[in-house]
């Protein structure tokens, strides 16, 4: 605990932890304008649907800072409207927050917008530019500092979105100078830069691998054509443990639900849940063999996983498909995988799932999926090709989370004074 901490020469304890001797933490009322310095968008009936018109005067919200775009959405109102709600009005330059959803999502307004008003998910702040460089501000909000600050704040502990009281009450650090706070927003503004154009490159190579998947397992003159269920040993679904009076364990044998699934197509350790092995034995045919597929067939229709040992002895429930290949089967595993994860699948599962009333596909539906394929030895190539593109994916994925731990420890050190950069 910072009670117990022995401080440093050159540093002091403050209510947002120990900081240097020279800085000053400052409640956000001290850095806003004296005037109209912190703001509220428009409740009830001064915004109602019905006085929404289709052009004239933008109405922003959180959508705008969740997407860091003022182009994003199309609500508007008239000048008349406009000029009644003018202390609304956002400006180049405004701190604009979001209340609602997850905390610290903020943004500046750029120099260039339409003219507008804020809605009432919006907390609009107007700094002192005297006082705080905006987009440190802008660190502080994405950092652990402001995180723990709004916990203490919050009513019960609850962290259900942000008010204008919690705002108000909020404590920054703040280094002596301008220059040195515009070093750390530099400093952090390179980390910002490199994580960016690493999600755009991801995104690319996702782009490609898309592209890649389209044409590759696109049908061509020789292929056959199959249902899934004639190259099976089995298809089949578990049972939850607590339809039957069983309850689940801390630990144990790993039982796999949707969850557990990720979009592609990875089985998470930490997102399963466990049995005991005599709930395990009791299910004897939901137990997972290396080289099952699992397929989700309630709720998110059309997840795709491939079971290995790591992950085994393990068990599943109803939600789950369990997809077995014959010995002898004419199609490759890994191939099955890839094609199962093919848009022209995942389109068939959702005009299929359009006749029901719930996200459910049925055992028989999965027997029934067309399956098209060439030669064995070209399907493995097929797999190489897209298991190649994946892995390097899954390089560039861990080396961007690694880039943002790297850059929260950055925020740690020198939003605190830590580290200095005088």
């Not at 709720?299 to 498909?321: F, H, K, M, S």
Request: proline fraction near 3%; hydrophobic fraction near 40%; charged fraction near 25%.
């Amino acid at each position: 605990m910072v009670a117990a901490m022995e401080i440093q020469k050159g540093f002091k304890k403050t209510e947002v932890g120990i900081i240097p001797s020279d800085w000053n933490d400052f409640d956000i009322t001290q850095l806003i304008e004296k005037a109209n310095g912190i703001k509220i968008g428009p409740f009830g009936s001064q915004l109602k649907k019905e006085l929404l018109t289709n052009a004239g005067f933008r109405v922003y919200g959180q959508e705008n800072v969740y997407e860091k775009d003022m182009e994003t959405g199309n609500r508007f109102i008239s000048r008349e409207h406009f000029k009644q709600l003018n202390s609304c009005e956002l400006k180049a330059g405004d701190f604009i927050i979001s209340m609602m959803g997850t905390i610290g999502k903020c943004m500046i307004v750029p120099a260039k917008f339409e003219a507008g008003i804020m809605d009432s998910h919006l907390i609009r702040l107007r700094l002192d530019d005297s006082k705080i460089k905006a987009e440190l501000l802008l660190h502080f909000f994405a950092s652990h500092i402001l995180i723990n600050q709004v916990k203490k704040l919050s009513v019960g502990g609850i962290m259900d979105g942000l008010s204008s009281k919690i705002v108000k009450n909020i404590s920054v650090p703040l280094p002596p100078t301008k220059a040195e706070q515009a070093a750390i927003a530099e400093a952090l503004n390179d980390a910002d830069a490199l994580i960016t154009e690493l999600e755009k490159l991801i995104a690319k190579k996702k782009a490609i691998k898309q592209g890649a998947m389209q044409e590759l397992l696109k049908p061509k003159e020789g292929w056959v054509e199959k249902k899934l269920g004639e190259e099976c040993e089995l298809i089949t679904k578990g049972t939850t443990p607590t339809s039957v009076g069983r309850d689940f364990q801390n630990s144990g044998i790993n039982f796999i639900k949707i969850e557990s699934l990720t979009e592609n197509g990875k089985i998470i350790k930490d997102k399963v849940a466990y049995i005991d092995i005599y709930t395990h034995n009791l299910f004897k045919r939901s137990q997972l063999k290396s080289g099952d597929v699992l397929f989700s067939i309630a709720g998110a229709l059309g997840r795709v996983a491939l079971v290995n040992v790591e992950i085994l002895p393990a068990n599943t429930n109803q939600a789950l498909a369990i997809i077995r290949l014959k010995k002898e089967a004419e199609i490759d595993l890994k191939y099955l995988f890839y094609f199962l994860n093919s848009s022209k699948i995942q389109k068939l599962i959702l005009a299929i799932n359009v006749q029901g009333a719930q996200a459910n596909l049925s055992l028989q539906n999965i027997y029934d999926l067309p399956v098209g394929y060439p030669l064995k030895s070209e399907q493995t190539h097929i797999a190489q090709i897209l298991s190649d593109m994946d892995t390097e994916i899954e390089t560039l994925e861990k080396k961007l989370d690694k880039y943002k731990m790297l850059k929260q420890g950055m925020m740690q050190n020198l939003l605190t004074g830590r580290i200095r950069l005088i």
